[in-house]
């Protein structure tokens, strides 16, 4: 369980970094324009300016949803949140989920207008990491807690008197 925890407290740092870190990069499909960096905050600055209810959709699902599973499930990995809250913090996960998918939409979509240039950066393979480890610790979490330390470090079982040692 203490991998779990190091590897989910690293996760809380790598988040961050992702949302600031270069998703695309994107321009006129014309060799003198130059491409423009477009991250996750950058993304959700220029949606605020143009549809206020959908950027605060977008905002949840991309930063307020993931970061609080992977807080919750600190809290839950250091016991200070009951494990209870396990169930909760694995729907949080499937909504977490819905920012790739999101992403390859506006990929696509953009894509196939056929005047702009699209390519991915290093950011999109780091929130694409982060967003599956954040689930990959949940589901971990939840089978470290629900079944134990594996056998061998778990204290031996005690040999009753009369059954044979093998």
């Known amino acids: 369980m203490a991998g779990l925890k190091f590897a989910n407290l690293?996760?809380?740092?790598?988040?961050?970094?992702?949302w600031f870190a270069?998703?695309?990069r994107a321009?006129?499909?014309l060799p003198l324009f130059g491409l423009k960096d477009i991250t996750v905050i950058s993304g959700l600055q220029s949606l605020w300016g143009t549809d206020a209810a959908?950027?605060?959709v977008v905002t949840a699902i991309a930063i307020f949803i993931p970061y609080t599973k992977a807080l919750g499930l600190t809290l839950v990995?250091?016991?200070l949140l009951s494990d209870r809250a396990l169930p909760a913090l694995h729907v949080l996960g499937k909504l977490a989920m819905a920012e790739v998918f999101l992403l390859a939409l506006y990929i696509v979509l953009v894509k196939g207008i056929g005047h702009v240039r699209i390519e991915t950066a290093w950011g999109l393979w780091l929130l694409t990491f982060c967003i599956l480890a954040n689930a990959a610790l949940g589901a971990?979490?939840?089978?470290?807690?629900?079944y134990g330390p594996p056998r061998?470090?778990?204290a031996p079982l005690p040999h009753r008197s009369g059954w044979a040692k093998r």
Do not use: V, W
């Open 140 to 146: 971990l979490t939840h089978r470290a807690l629900r």
């Open 152 to 154: 061998e470090a778990r």
């Open 10 to 18: 690293g996760l809380l740092l790598l988040m961050p970094l992702a």
């Open 27 to 29: 321009g006129y499909a």
């Open 77 to 79: 990995q250091f016991r």
């Open 54 to 56: 959908f950027a605060l």
């Open 22 to 24: 270069p998703l695309l």
